[in-house]
Structures are given as structure tokens and as C-alpha cells.
């Protein structure tokens, strides 16, 4: 699947006749080649994995690019809305647009009752404390523990995580299994990698943390922590 952009410049641009049948690719294009960009959306015949060899290997760079070589790679522009979500701000955006999608939708899935503001949804394994306020545009993920008097908004807590009694946490991806004191405060694009421990009463401001890390000490300021 492709689908089209208004800047072909940011990315790899796919170009194919009129039939569809891709002829090459072209990575983020100074002079304009077309406006379809692979929407990361594949359909394969078995076969494809004869083509790839026992090693790391990237399909988008070296597998497609042989299979247009010998008109095996065909494609089809997707109609619907499309959005990279590979940086962790895009991904918060993205969410935030399903789980308002999911609203208009009346659906089920989200959480409704006391302390849920706006779209949320929480897996039903998960565990929320009491005096709590989630939302708007909260993911809470299986067998995830949420303390009492916590703050969640525009964050995704994934699996196996657990957040202290009244941490406070905004647009901020909180890795599994990872453990979120009492007292934290954590925003501003905060990513945190798997199996991460935050001591109370901290303030992670803009922290990318690699995964198994302790944080015994603020970060005040964006930086990643190795």
C-alpha cells in the first residue's frame, strides 16, 4: 500500500506506472519523482521469504528494490487517512486521534465513570487507584497498576507497569514492566524503554531512558539517558 503526502521530500518516494507496477524507489527526492510514499502495509506470496537470506535484513532496501527490478512489486494507493507514527510525539498524536475516533464511535472499549476525562482506554486486566484523574487520551495496558491519586493525560502506560500513588504523568510513553514511584513527575515527551525504575518523588522532564535503567535523580532537561 502507498498513499500520498503533500512534502515526498521527508521521505522514500515509490514510483510506479499507471497499472501500478512499481518501477523504483527514490529516498527523499530533491527534485519531484511523485508524491506516494510506502504506507508500511504489505501483502507477500509465501514465496518472498526465498528472498531472504538467514541475516538482518531490510525488505524496504533490499528486498523491494530487486523485486521491482523484475516487475514482481505492485502497488495500490491507500484512500483513507495515513500518519507516521515513528517518533514518539507522532505516536502520542496518533493515538489521541484513535482514541478521539473511538469517541465519535460511542465505542464500548473506552473507560467511563468516575475520574476518566475524556477518551481512555484501559485494558481489563488493569488495575486503577482510587482518587485518580485519566484522560484525556490515556492508554493503560494489561496488568498495569495505577496508584491512588494518580494523573495520566496524553500518555500510554504499556504493559506491566506500575505508577506510584499521586505521580503525575503527561504526554509521556511509559515502557513495560517499568516502575514509576510515589510523587513522579514525568512530561514533555518523556520515553521510557523497558524494565525502567524512577525513584519517588522525581522529575523526568523530556528523559529518552533506555531500557533496565534506575533513575535515582532528576532530569530537568531533554536528554537521553544510556
Given at each position: ?23 523504483k ?55 483513507d487517512?495515513?500518519m ?15 482514541l ?42 494489561p496488568n ?24 503525575w ?58
Amino acid at each position: 500500500m502507498v498513499t500520498k503526502v503533500e512534502e515526498p521530500s521527508k521521505y522514500g518516494v515509490v514510483v510506479a506506472n499507471e497499472e501500478g507496477k512499481i518501477e523504483k524507489f527514490v529516498e527523499k527526492p530533491k527534485v519531484f519523482v511523485g508524491n506516494k510514499i510506502n504506507a508500511g502495509i504489505y501483502i507477500f506470496n509465501p514465496q518472498i521469504l526465498d528472498r531472504i537470506e538467514a541475516r538482518p535484513t531490510s525488505i524496504e532496501k533490499e528486498i523491494f528494490p530487486k523485486m521491482a527490478e523484475e516487475n514482481q512489486l505492485y502497488c495500490m494507493t491507500l484512500p483513507d487517512f495515513w500518519m507516521d507514527v515513528g517518533q514518539p510525539k507522532d505516536f502520542l498524536a496518533g493515538t489521541g486521534l484513535y482514541l478521539e475516533y473511538l469517541e465519535k464511535q460511542n465505542s464500548s472499549e473506552l473507560a467511563k465513570g468516575a475520574g476518566f476525562d475524556g477518551p481512555v482506554l484501559v485494558d481489563p486486566s488493569a488495575k486503577v487507584g482510587a482518587g485518580c484523574k485519566i484522560g484525556p487520551n490515556v492508554v493503560i495496558g494489561p496488568n498495569c497498576r495505577i496508584g491512588d491519586g494518580v494523573r495520566l493525560k496524553d500518555t500510554v502506560v504499556l504493559e506491566g507497569t506500575k505508577v506510584g500513588d499521586n505521580s503525575w504523568v503527561s504526554n509521556s510513553i511509559l515502557g513495560w514492566k517499568s516502575n514509576i514511584g510515589k510523587w513522579v513527575r514525568i512530561q514533555n515527551i518523556s520515553v521510557l524503554g523497558q524494565d525502567v525504575t524512577v525513584s519517588d518523588e522525581l522529575f523526568i522532564n523530556g528523559g529518552q531512558i533506555l531500557p533496565h535503567k534506575s533513575i535515582s535523580e532528576s532530569v530537568p532537561e531533554p536528554k537521553i539517558i544510556m
